[in-house]
């Protein structure tokens, strides 16, 4: 008998904590799941319409990946991917592949790819903080800039 008013309590406890919602940080599941971001445009007037989406939707149609993330800058474009755990031994194939496929489809443009979780991180907390609008253009631009920085230390 006391057991039972033990575990009852318990067990709704546990069941309230699971069942609460989430505050729409996708950063905080970002290394785990999926999370399929929205490109983001730092430029203002993007040479063409939905360049970014673009990217995003022929790379996103890779079967060796699971997630992807675009950042548009002025000057280059990050492209930050996960890959699915078992293609991870093709990883320089698979980067190959895309860079060979960027460079062919806009042959003006500087990509640069990578596919740390580290960078992925960064990025989403990039577009969480503009969603939110706890940051203005010019200083995700530069904090776009540390994220550019960041991946080419890792290089």
Request: aromatic fraction near 6%; hydrophobic fraction near 35%; charge should be positive.
């Amino acid at each position: 008998m006391n057991k039972k008013r033990i575990i009852v309590p318990i067990t709704l406890l546990v069941l309230i904590g699971c069942a609460n919602k989430e505050d729409g940080t996708d950063s905080k599941i970002a290394l785990m799941k999926k999370t399929d971001p929205p490109p983001i445009e730092l430029v203002d007037n993007p040479e063409t319409d939905s360049y970014g989406h673009a990217v995003k939707r022929e790379i996103a149609k890779m079967e060796e990946l699971y997630d992807v993330a675009v950042i548009q800058g002025k000057e280059e474009t990050l492209v930050v991917y996960k890959v699915k755990h078992l293609k991870r031994f093709h990883m320089k194939k698979i980067e190959k592949k895309m860079d060979d496929y960027l460079e062919s489809k806009y042959p003006d443009e500087d990509f640069i790819l990578s596919s740390d979780y580290k960078i992925f991180l960064e990025t989403i907390r990039l577009k969480e903080k503009l969603r939110r609008g706890s940051i203005s253009k010019k200083d995700a631009e530069k904090k776009f800039q540390d994220i550019v920085e960041l991946q080419k230390e890792k290089t």
